[in-house]
């Protein structure tokens, strides 16, 4: 039986099943919270900590910044890293960050 991570493992973005595409679309524009179409610090925030609780929000800033291009993530940039983070075994890739830092298991 092959197991999902082995149907995504190496795929860009647009070779993801559409629901894929649809779901990360949308989870994009719940963190946009301004509409401009790009992801700002505070919104990144916001979005990472209603996920999960972090001890001080400099964790926040350090994975955003490995995440954003300057001081922003697009549409484009965070479709992109969200492929990496389902396809990429690798826990080190910079996709990791896109969700805040990930705790250690």
């Known amino acids: 039986v092959m197991e999902c991570r082995d149907c995504l493992q190496g795929k860009s973005y647009d070779a993801l ?3 894929f595409k649809f779901f990360i679309e949308a989870q994009f524009k719940t963190i946009d919270v301004d509409g401009d179409g790009s992801i700002g610090l505070e919104e990144f925030r916001y979005g990472c900590v209603s996920r999960m609780a972090y001890s001080n929000v400099e964790v926040l800033d350090e994975a955003f910044k490995k995440v954003a291009e300057g001081d922003s993530l697009s549409l ?14 690798d826990e080190s890739c910079v996709a990791c960050s896109l969700f805040g830092p990930l705790p250690e298991l």
């Not at 890293?81 to 389902?86: S, V």
């Open 17 to 19: 099943p559409e629901a």
């Open 76 to 89: 484009a940039r965070y479709k992109d890293l969200y492929a990496q983070f389902l396809g990429n075994p």
